[in-house]
């Protein structure tokens, strides 16, 4: 379905709307484990927005940070425009300061991500893949969460964090 909606978009001209078709696309990319081709969508869609700095389709999804992350590092290792990798840059530094301002409960950055996988019922691999860290550090960011919200389950975290609006 999205592949129609996009040749649509990209039929009728409508920018955002390809934006928003590549973003989603993406995100379903990484989120069955074909990460390759979600960074080259997502490289696609920051391609298109930067050169008019078109940064609402990237903000207003806050759950493309992790993929933002992994394509400014897979930038490092093959030829991206400079244009695009310092617009995703900024697309990352933005989206992490929305995350930061949320910072309520003294949860960081890191641990409001893995809160909000487990709130979608995602094991440990699965939190782990998405977000590009190991199973070590999900688990360390679970313990911590834990302590910080009272808990000692994950059901009670993130009936917790719902009590408390953090997700």
Known sequence: MLGD??????????????????????????????????????IEALTLAAYDTAYGAFLENRGSLPLLRAVVRHAQDSYVDILVVDFASNIVARLARVNEDRGEAGLSLREREVLEELAQGRSNKEIARLLDMTEHTVKFHLKNLFAKLDVARRTQAVARARELGLI
């Not at 001209?13 to 989603?24: E, Q, W």
């Open 5 to 42: 909606g996009l040749r649509c978009a990209r039929g009728t001209g409508a920018l955002l709307h390809v934006l928003r078709m590549l973003i989603a696309r993406a995100q379903l990319l990484d989120l069955s484990g074909d990460r390759p081709r979600a960074i080259e969508d997502m």
